[in-house]
């Protein structure tokens, strides 16, 4: 059994206390992370990131954050990406983030210059795999990488760059590895750090407490012919996408094992449908509803509030039908409704006071 020092059990010490107050998950998470960057194999770092994200006002708040961009509904392979690239990057607190925006980080940020082009090219393809759940994309963007890797004269750089755009968009078994094999070949400290964070949501993705399960996108399909019956499925929109943009590939992607081979590693694999962990919420709804239009969740209704009350909207017609129109955009947008048990603020820090120029006069209005 290893033996960790005692600024390690410290450390997940502070962590515990810091996160049990409200919207300080993601700072004690942190803490964590640091650890096991250092101690991968610790079970109880690892354990406790878990039990913090799912502290139920944090399980609240990243579900309606979510839900701002994708419908909790849409069950698209590409929306259930989305729901955890979104959710990596509301719930990370790597400091390369920011380090990469300040001055002399411009390769880190928009890629190594003497295979900028080729960068950008692979870039396209896995945004495509991204927004359109095209997994197909993400083996051109590999062959483009790896020719970007053959010809930089800064292979670490183009390593962390890489990593980094899987990571971003939620392919966290691509970064795992490219920040892994960069680890192996230089000394790179700020990709030890990341490189603990992406292992920790490639291991934990399947039970990420405020994502529902993953979907092939028959849900959506289904509704989508409700609200728009002349709508494309998922399976028309990549096929849309494929047939109106006729992209040439820099190289014909070749499958790097035979296929037999391949089909037989997969029939290996844990079923994605199959149920590893208990859920922490209830997704039974999703399969319930009667999928009518309804009120508007909360979120919808404040935000409308806020414009008008915050004059950043007018008065004339073309308010009014900006307002309908946001109004009708969100009628299947399910209210979620928030914990019962009020919120636990951390007495040694000040209260954030909203501007009342802006809020209160929303508030009053309620």
């Given amino acids: 059994m290893s033996t960790y020092p005692d600024y390690l059990h410290q450390t997940l010490v502070r962590a515990r206390e810091q996160g049990q107050w409200y919207a300080a998950q993601a700072d004690a998470a942190a803490l964590c992370f640091d650890m096991l960057a250092l101690f991968p194999d610790c079970k109880e770092a690892s354990d406790l990131v878990y039990e913090l994200f799912c502290d139920e006002w944090n399980i609240y ?150 994502i529902p399960p993953a979907g092939n996108g028959s849900r959506y399909d289904r509704i989508i012919k409700i609200i728009d019956p002349e709508a494309p499925t998922t399976r028309e929109q990549i096929e849309m996408f494929r047939s109106d943009n006729h992209v040439e590939r820099m190289t014909k992607y070749k499958p790097s094992i035979d296929s037999n081979l391949a089909n037989l590693f997969s029939s290996t694999l844990r079923d994605p449908q199959e149920k590893t962990t208990p859920q922490v919420v209830d997704w039974s709804f999703l399969d319930k509803d009667d999928w009518q239009p309804g009120e508007p969740a909360d979120w919808v209704k404040k935000q409308m509030k806020m414009k008008m009350m915050g004059g950043f909207l007018g008065e004339d017609e073309d308010t009014k039908n900006a307002l309908e129109d946001h109004w009708h955009a969100h009628r299947w947008t399910r209210n979620i409704p928030p914990p019962s048990t009020p919120k636990r603020y951390d007495p040694n820090e000040p209260p954030f006071v909203p501007p009342p120029e802006l809020f209160d006069e929303a508030d009053d209005a309620d």
């Fill in 61 to 210: 708040d990243m579900r309606v954050a979510v839900q701002r961009q994708v419908d909790e509904w849409d069950d698209r392979p590409s929306e259930h990406r989305r729901r955890l690239a979104l959710s990596f990057r509301f719930m990370s607190r790597w400091d390369g983030w920011e380090k990469e925006y300040e001055d002399g980080h411009d390769e880190e940020r928009e890629g190594t210059t003497d295979v900028f082009d080729i960068l950008d090219d692979g870039r396209m393809e896995l945004i495509t795999a991204y927004c359109l759940g095209d997994e197909e994309c993400t083996d051109y963007a590999w062959t483009i990488f790896a020719e970007a890797l053959e010809k930089t004269r800064k292979p670490d750089l183009t390593l962390f760059w890489i990593g980094k755009q899987y990571a971003d968009l939620g392919f966290f078994a691509d970064a795992a590895e490219v920040l892994g094999e960069l680890c192996s070949r230089f000394n790179h400290l700020d990709t030890r750090r990341l490189l603990a964070e992406v292992i920790w949501w490639r291991d934990n993705a399947h039970r990420i407490p405020w």
